[in-house]
């Protein structure tokens, strides 16, 4: 059965803290991993990794996947109280499977 | 471009009453998926629906179905409501393809409450 875990599942931080959000899957069929942002409404698209070792940056966000040890990471530098949003690991494979999530807090 | 639109928004049905969500999507979007969210099992997927045609089915009691129709837009039906289906529904959209898991794009959600 195809599992995707994220940990931990919640994280209160102060603003400017940095944070590493982790994902690990099981899925047959891989074909990529994604990592949404959602506040209260619809997940939002933060990025896409195929490849193992290929960090994707976007501002303060970064990822890497490791698809040897079937992982990936997403860090998160000098955290602002916008950043407070649920963080979802999702796994392409037969279908699109998702993580519980981390819930995110970073208070002023 | 008009995102992923859900209706209604939020719904409220007892147990045993059956309920009926719909999605249009982006317009040229051609594939539609339903998922459940709720805080315990977190986002699961339903199904997948392409060119009227159900594609993929997540692990769900045959209570839930769905359709879609000629101009894509889709619809989910949840027959004999229980407490537990209480869940943020979400639809989302994208292209057909082999990439289209990976550029999905989510509506809002329609939050149903069951009492």
């Known amino acids: 059965e195809d599992k995707v875990v994220q940990s931990p599942l919640s994280l209160v931080v102060h603003e400017g803290d940095t944070v590493t959000l982790n994902c690990s899957y099981e899925?047959?069929?891989?074909?990529?991993l994604l990592w949404y942002k959602q506040e209260k409404k619809a997940p939002t698209f933060l990025f896409m990794l195929?490849?193992?070792?290929i960090e994707k940056k976007s501002g303060r966000l970064s990822s890497i996947l490791d698809k040897k040890e079937l992982f990936s990471i997403l860090n998160i530098t000098a955290t602002q109280t916008g950043d407070s949003a649920v963080y979802l690991c999702?796994?392409?494979?037969?279908?699109?499977?998702f993580g519980k999530g981390t819930s995110l807090l970073v208070t002023p | 471009k008009a995102g992923v639109t859900q209706t209604p928004r939020y719904l409220i049905k007892t147990r045993g009453q059956q309920v009926t969500l719909s999605c249009s999507p982006i317009?040229?979007?051609?594939?539609v998926s339903w998922y459940q969210q709720t805080p315990g099992q977190g986002l699961q997927f339903l199904f997948e629906?392409?060119?009227?045609?159900?594609?993929n089915k997540g692990n769900f009691p045959g209570r839930f179905s769905g359709r879609q129709f000629s101009n894509s837009r889709s619809e989910m039906n949840v027959s004999t409501l229980e407490l537990g289906d209480s869940a943020l529904y979400l639809c989302?959209?994208?292209?057909?393809?082999?990439?289209?898991?990976?550029?999905?794009?989510f509506g809002p959600g329609t939050r149903l409450l069951v009492l």
């Open positions: 899925v047959t069929n891989f074909r990529s």
């Open positions: 999702a796994v392409s494979g037969y279908a699109l499977n």
């Open positions: 195929t490849s193992s070792g």
């Open positions: 317009s040229g979007h051609r594939s």
């Open positions: 629906y392409f060119s009227e045609t159900q594609r």
């Open positions: 989302a959209s994208s292209l057909p393809g082999l990439a289209r898991q990976e550029t999905q794009y």
